[in-house]
């Protein structure tokens, strides 16, 4: 007896979780009340048709991208590295400044720190 109210339940809450009320759920529970529950299953239906039409033009741009990107992989990679090298160089001339300007080396932070009229 348990079992059977654990599986309702289940269900239930699955239900509750899995159906949220947006605007084509409540076009298809209008069409329903105002139609019939034919027009609402027809209505639900050519929802779940424009769902599954935007998830396989979104599968095969997905999968073109990844075919143009694996054609260009080297290239890519090695502008990649070297945006992480120009970001390091970055970052280290920033911590030397930093470190110049707590030990107060004023001639080292002069010369790292922009003119003042900019």
Known sequence: MDYVFLIVSGVVIGLIVAVPIGPVNLICIRRTLAFGPVNGFVSGLGAALGDTLFAI???????????????????????GGGMLILAAAALYGLWRWHHARSAGHVAAVAAAAPPAGH
Not at 57 to 79: P, R
């Open 57 to 79: 033009v979104t599968g095969f741009g997905l999968t073109a991208a990844a075919q143009l990107i694996k054609g260009y992989s080297s290239l890519l990679e090695l502008i």
